[in-house]
Nanobody, 127 residues
Framework: QVQLVESGGGSVQAGGSLRLSCAAS????????MAWFRQAPGKSREREGV?????????SYADSVKGRFTISKDNAKNTLYLQMNSLKPEDTAMYYC???????????????????WGQGTQVTVSS
């Protein structure tokens, strides 16, 4: 059974930084496509794809976070990270870690492609 547990969320002022972690168990993270999604309060039920890291280590980012967020993973620790810098109030959301065995590159930001999800960690950015 695959389990994903996020941590590292919190409250920061605009311009600050946070590092999210996602500890994975029940599989070898090396062979999975992993991603971070977020859901802002009061917004659509659909979660927004933020960053993706493929099994080969290639990364993709939503335009809204390019240059500010960095996704990475430590295969030895089965842990996924999201380094968030220059945070803005519009980054306020619940952040979720997600994983799937195979995700085609053109749908890697599509929520429905991911089989496994964590419970989420809240990030709040104040102005």
């Amino acid at each position: 059974q695959v389990q994903l547990v996020e941590s590292g969320g919190g409250s920061v002022q605009a311009g600050g930084s946070l590092r999210l972690s996602c500890a994975a168990s029940g599989y070898t993270g090396r062979s999975y496509c992993m991603a971070w999604f977020r859901q802002a309060p009061g917004k659509s039920r659909e979660r927004e794809g933020v960053a993706v890291i493929a099994p080969d280590g290639s990364t993709s980012y939503a335009d809204s976070v390019k240059g500010r967020f960095t996704i990475s993973k430590d295969n030895a620790k089965n842990t996924l990270y999201l380094q968030m810098n220059s945070l803005k109030p519009e980054d306020t959301a619940m952040y979720y870690c997600a994983a799937a065995p195979v995700v085609q590159s053109w749908v890697r930001f599509r929520e429905s492609e991911y089989h496994y999800w964590g419970q989420g960690t809240q990030v709040t950015v104040s102005s």
